[in-house]
Structures are given as structure tokens and as C-alpha cells.
């Protein structure tokens, strides 16, 4: 049966709206999408009306990390990855509540997440899955440095740490045997990690290379947490394809992405906003200080230089940053100088961009049926993008998961 909606449009390609649009789809597929006077409905399709909303294509983070620990119960701390898997599946409802179709994901549970929605036996958004995330010895992703390395890898579901050419290889090989489709690395320290500064620079030249060389062996790509920006000169010099936060960029590095055709991954709500939140301690509180000004200049620069901007997030489902209110990265990046239609695009054609998926991202006859209805306008309100009870309808690879209209 073919399914219509109707209501101003915004497809993820023309920078104005279709103020009297329509999207039509059946099965999974996208049959039109346009002025509404320009297709003719047939008698027996089902109709939905956005009203003085907005229908969009779904949103897709691209920085997420499925790990589960927020609602993984309090048994072993939470630490078991049964526990962490279960509290990552019911986490993928509220995803879709918020409107967000799909994501890139760096765990250990997003791997096995993905191939349960991908299979059709658990409701989720579609997940590109990047494996654990990779990092060095006393770098970023070493949340604890009290066990030994080889306890850290064999127990931790977020990270894994590697050193010297021949670790790496073998770490980066570790993830694309567990079924990873691109790579994260840490390059440069982090605001959440305690054994080092945000501009520390993490893997050397050579490791970096080898990282990249192998990801491109599997014909994919490694992206980068670049904090500092030394090691986001080097990451890009060694061929990454994605800086993510890219929070004290200089103009050297901007200049360099600009040429490469690089991605800037965006989780400005977190840069411009941990400081304020509560029940940090104050080691972090005093990194996260040093990043929300070198993130607005960074952004700044990148939409000076015409580099492609995604939305990224990094929530966690914590109470500061819960998953019904991911699209409060919509808001952040308009606070952050973006235009609202190019938050809008940092969060469905470009984020698509990173999923290499060419069938997402945009509203287009042809297309994947992933669309996402707001109650409202986002161009004069970006905030109805900003929490999940202004999102109205989602449809997920041409299923109706949520309707509220």
C-alpha cells in the first residue's frame, strides 16, 4: 500500500522548503517527493497530514557510542556486556523516538546490534558499526589505568588499547574481524580521559599509516577524536578521511580537510555545554573550559573553507545527555554560527555522506523511506528538532515507528 504525506518539505537537497510538499513511498522506497500538486494520490493510499509541520528525512548521528552502561542495571557495576547489550537495545527505541533513523556507532555492542536490526528482529535505527574504539597506551580511551592492558582489552566494550606498528594492525584487524565497517582512533587526548592533556598527540607517523593503510586494505576509512590539533595535522597527513570534534583546529589543518575533501564531525552541544553540567569532576571541568571557544572558531573556519559538516553527537543516555534529546546538536550548531538549514544538512545529506549510504540523507524518488515529521518549522525553530516530543512521525526503512500526529 502506498503511503503519503503531506505538509512543507524540506528534502535534504534545495536549500528552501516546498511549503505545500508531499512524500509518497511503499515498501521501503521512496516513490515521490515534491509539490504536492504535482502527483496525484491514489484512492486507496493511506494519508497523513505533518499540519504545520515539517517533513524531513530522518537524522543520523554520526557519533555515537551504543555502549548500554547507562541502563545496563547495577549488577557487576553494569560491567557485563549481556547487561550493556540489553541496555543498548531498549536505548535504540528512544532513538527512534527522537527521530534519528540512523547512526555511525564506535563499540563493541554496535556490532552486534547492527546485523539484529539489519536482520529484522530488533527495532532500531540502521547502524554503521566501527567497532571498539582505538586508542594508545595512557591515551584518551585508558579509562583505567589500574589494570593491565591486556585486562583492559579483554573486559572494556568501548575501547581497546594498542601500541607500536604491529599492535595496531593487529588491533584495527581485531575490529574488522568482529564485523566493523570503518575504523576510530583517538589521535589526540580528551576531555573525559584522566591520564592525559587534550592536545597530547597519541599514535606516532608510523602507527598512524599502519592504522590507515589497513583500513584502506578493507576498503574503508578511519576517522579521528582530534581534540588538539597537532595530532589532527598528523591523522590527516596520514590519510584519515573524518576529523570528529575537531575542537582547537587551526587554520592549517581547516586548509588541509578543505583539500582532501575531509568530514568535520560536529558534538558541539557536549563542547559548548559540559562545563555547566552537573557531577563532573573538576579535572574535566578544567578541559572542558579550554573547548567550547576553540569549537566555535573551528566551525568558523570550516564553514569559511566550504568543508562538509555532519552532525555528531556523543551522548550517552546519561541524565545530561539523554537520547530523546539528541537533536539538541541541531541547536548547538545554530549557537554555534551555522545557518538552520545547514544544521539541517549536517544531519541528513551530509551525516548520509559518512555512511556511504547514497540511498539515506535526502527525501528523492528512489530513495530509502526514512523520513522524520516535526510539529513545527525548523527554519524559524530550530528547536523542534531538539527533543523527541516535538517529533510527530518516523519512518524507518519504510515502517511508520512512531506516530503522533
Avoid at 42 to 71: K, R
Wanted: with cysteine; aromatic share 6%.
Amino acid at each position: 500500500m502506498i503511503t503519503v504525506i503531506k505538509g512543507r518539505l524540506i528534502n535534504g537537497v534545495l536549500d528552501q522548503p516546498v511549503e505545500n510538499g508531499l512524500v509518497a513511498f511503499e515498501g521501503n522506497r521512496i516513490l515521490f517527493a515534491g509539490p504536492e500538486d504535482e502527483y496525484v494520490i491514489p484512492v486507496d493510499a493511506s494519508v497523513y497530514s505533518a499540519g504545520d509541520g515539517t517533513i524531513l528525512p530522518g537524522f543520523i548521528d554520526c557519533h555515537a557510542h551504543l555502549t548500554g552502561s547507562e541502563n545496563a542495571g547495577e549488577w557487576a557495576n553494569g560491567r557485563l556486556l549481556g547487561d550493556q547489550l540489553l541496555g543498548a537495545a531498549y536505548q535504540l527505541g528512544l532513538l527512534l523516538d527522537a527521530g534519528f533513523t540512523g547512526l555511525r556507532d564506535m563499540s563493541e555492542a554496535g556490532l552486534y546490534l547492527s546485523r539484529a536490526v539489519s536482520r529484522g528482529i530488533l527495532k532500531g535505527p540502521r547502524i554503521v558499526p566501527g567497532g571498539k574504539v582505538l586508542g594508545i597506551t595512557s591515551g584518551h580511551v585508558d579509562f583505567d589505568p589500574s589494570v593491565t592492558v591486556k585486562h583492559f582489552n579483554d573486559n572494556d566494550h568501548l575501547s581497546y588499547l594498542m601500541d607500536g606498528i604491529d599492535g595496531c594492525v593487529t588491533g584495527v584487524r581485531e575490529q574488522f574481524r568482529q564485523g566493523a565497517r570503518f575504523i576510530k582512533i583517538c589521535a589526540t587526548g580528551g576531555v573525559s580521559s584522566p591520564t592525559d592533556r587534550i592536545d597530547d598527540v597519541q599514535f606516532s607517523p608510523a602507527e598512524l599509516k599502519a592504522i590507515v593503510d589497513e583500513a584502506k586494505r578493507h576498503h574503508t576509512y578511519v576517522c579521528a577524536h582530534c581534540t588538539g590539533y597537532e595530532g589532527a595535522y598528523q591523522s590527516i597527513l596520514a590519510g584519515v578521511e573524518c576529523i570528529e570534534h575537531g575542537v582547537m583546529l587551526t587554520q592549517r589543518e581547516i586548509d588541509l580537510m578543505a583539500e582532501k575533501n575531509l568530514t568535520l564531525v560536529t558534538t558541539l552541544w557536549i563542547s559548548l555545554h559540559v562545563a555547566d553540567l552537573p557531577g563532573f569532576p573538576s579535572w574535566m571541568r578544567e578541559k572542558t573550559l579550554l573547548c567550547a571557544e576553540g569549537n566555535r572558531k573551528t566551525i568558523e573556519m570550516a564553514r569559511k573553507a566550504g568543508i562538509r559538516i555532519a552532525l555528531g553527537t556523543d551522548f550517552s543516555n546519561s541524565k545530561n545527555t539523554p537520547y530523546l534529546q539528541l537533536g539538541r546538536e541541531f541547536e548547538a550548531m545554530v549557537d554555534a554560527g551555522m545557518t538552520e538549514m545547514e544544521a539541517i544538512k549536517a544531519g541528513t545529506v551530509n551525516a548520509a555522506y559518512l555512511m556511504r549510504m547514497d540511498d539515506l540523507g535526502t527525501l528523492e524518488t528512489g530513495k530509502l523511506a526514512d523520513i522524520t515529521v516535526t510539529d513545527q518549522n525548523p527554519l524559524s525553530n530550530i528547536s523542534c528538532l531538539a527533543s523527541a516530543e516535538h517529533i510527530k512521525l518516523v519512518v524507518a526503512d519504510g515502517c511508520i515507528v512512531k506516530n503522533t500526529l
